[in-house]
């Protein structure tokens, strides 16, 4: 696969300051004039000041500048209009208002996690001690940048501009709703939805286990419990267990763990579910803020 990760994303809202706090304080680290990094990936979040609440950017790492050659000339026999600079090309998604960046990057090493000692029936692993997770006491620090959830007015327009402008490849669809699309070996790394206005829904943020969910969650809910927007659970497609809260903007953030990995494409077959059945396997019940976000009809009436 030519693409391999998501490098970053620009989110635009309109007060920065009180958004940074929030970043800051849900695990990523600050750089300075509102850029953030994950503990692997690096610089993956910049916030800048917007009307309202948006995605401007989304930054997608191929290996080499004939891949950016490669997908800028896809992108222009679809008729999008790209911007070549150096190692980049830079298009607008019709459909999302996202602006695309393809660049060559390097790619995510990630150290492998220290697997919890865990007991269960017939096994007994842990002996004479006490689980792991209760010793940890660090802030969580989200290991990278996962994926993006954009709403858009024209699915399919934007199923064309991602999949056979852009590169990615389907891992499931939500029949005539949405699609979940991967430019990496993560089960997905962009689901577009069908939506009445251009919107961000959310963005993920990956974490070393359910624990780190846990515990990331239970202390931003600590400073704030009017974050809370539904969790803990287990999502049906792509099997993670989530957290979602949201930020002082309105822009949902989900803590995930346990993602399905995608390392052979002959052996991974694209589903087709029901919209009922698709969002999750288990967990609290779905609230209705987050189908429809409580400020969506102000963002349809500023569109």
Not at 89 to 97: E, I, L
Not at 165 to 176: H, L, N, R, Y
Not at 264 to 270: A, G, K, V
């Amino acid at each position: 696969m030519a693409l391999h990760r998501l490098t970053s994303v620009t989110i635009g809202v309109p007060d920065v300051a009180p958004a940074a706090a929030y970043y800051e304080e849900f695990g990523l680290t600050p750089l300075g004039d509102a850029r953030f990094a994950t503990a692997d990936g690096g610089e993956q979040l910049a916030l800048v000041p917007t009307p309202r609440r948006r995605l401007v950017q989304l930054g997608v790492g191929v290996d080499d500048a004939d891949d950016v050659a490669r997908i800028a000339r896809r992108l222009a026999g679809l008729g999008i209009a790209v911007e070549r600079i150096a190692d980049t090309a830079t298009a607008v998604d019709p459909g999302t208002r996202v602006r695309v960046v393809v660049t060559v990057a390097p790619r995510i090493v990630q150290p492998a996690a220290a697997l919890a000692t865990t007991n269960g029936p017939g096994r007994t692993d842990r002996v004479n001690d006490r689980a792991d997770a209760l010793a940890r006491e660090a802030r969580v620090r989200p290991r990278k940048l996962g994926h993006v959830v954009l709403g858009s007015t024209d699915v399919e327009g934007s199923e064309r501009f991602f999949i056979d402008g852009v590169g990615f490849k389907v891992s499931d669809t939500i029949a005539g709703l949405a699609s979940f699309l991967r430019c990496s070996t993560d089960h997905h790394n962009l689901l577009v939805q069908r939506a009445p206005v251009a919107l961000l829904h959310h963005t993920s943020w990956q974490v070393d286990d359910v624990d780190e969910i846990g515990r990331g969650a239970t202390a931003m809910l600590a400073a704030d419990p009017t974050r809370h927007v539904w969790g803990l659970g287990r999502h049906h497609i792509g099997s993670n267990f989530f957290w979602y809260l949201k930020d002082p903007a309105g822009n949902f953030t989900e803590y995930y763990a346990d993602l399905d990995c995608i390392v052979d494409d002959q052996l991974w077959t694209p589903g087709v579910w029901d919209a009922a059945k698709s969002l999750y396997s288990w967990g609290p019940p779905v609230p209705p803020s987050f189908l429809a976000p409580d400020d969506l009809a102000e963002l349809m009436g500023a569109a």
